[in-house]
């Protein structure tokens, strides 16, 4: 069992930047691909950014390119997204998912920490 603790959320103004962290308790880590998704106010969750144990990293939405960074310390089990340039739209709750690299679905899900970008 995989349990993710994700930090760093809060409130931010517009043009701000904000650090995530997702600490992941697990033996194995390099064995998981880690990823941020996140779900705003009745809107379906969607996929931020992926990242393998050795680096290579897709990002999502268009939206965030460029403006977030998603890595991990695979010495310290944690992922991290830092996001700048925040915007309104970027208000979410923002979720932790692990999954072992054979697989296709997100097994793992941390509780959610909320950011919120002020206009």
């Known amino acids: 069992q995989v349990q993710l603790v994700e930090s760093g959320g809060g409130l931010v103004q517009t043009g701000g930047s904000l650090r995530l962290s997702c600490a992941a308790s697990?033996?194995?880590?390099?064995?998981?691909?880690m990823a941020w998704f996140r779900q705003a106010p009745g809107k379906e969750r969607e996929f931020v950014a992926a990242?393998?144990?050795?680096?290579?990293?897709?990002y999502g939405a268009d939206s965030v390119k460029g403006r977030f960074t998603i890595s991990r310390d695979n010495a310290k089990n944690t992922v991290y997204l830092q996001m700048n340039a925040l915007k309104p739209e970027d208000t979410a709750v923002y979720y932790c998912?692990?999954?072992?690299?054979?697989?296709?679905?997100?097994?793992?899900w941390g509780q959610g920490t909320q950011v919120t970008v002020s206009s």
């Open positions: 998912a692990a999954r072992l690299v054979i697989k296709t679905q997100y097994e793992y």
């Open positions: 697990v033996r194995t880590f390099n064995s998981y691909v």
């Open positions: 990242i393998t144990w050795n680096g290579p990293i897709i």
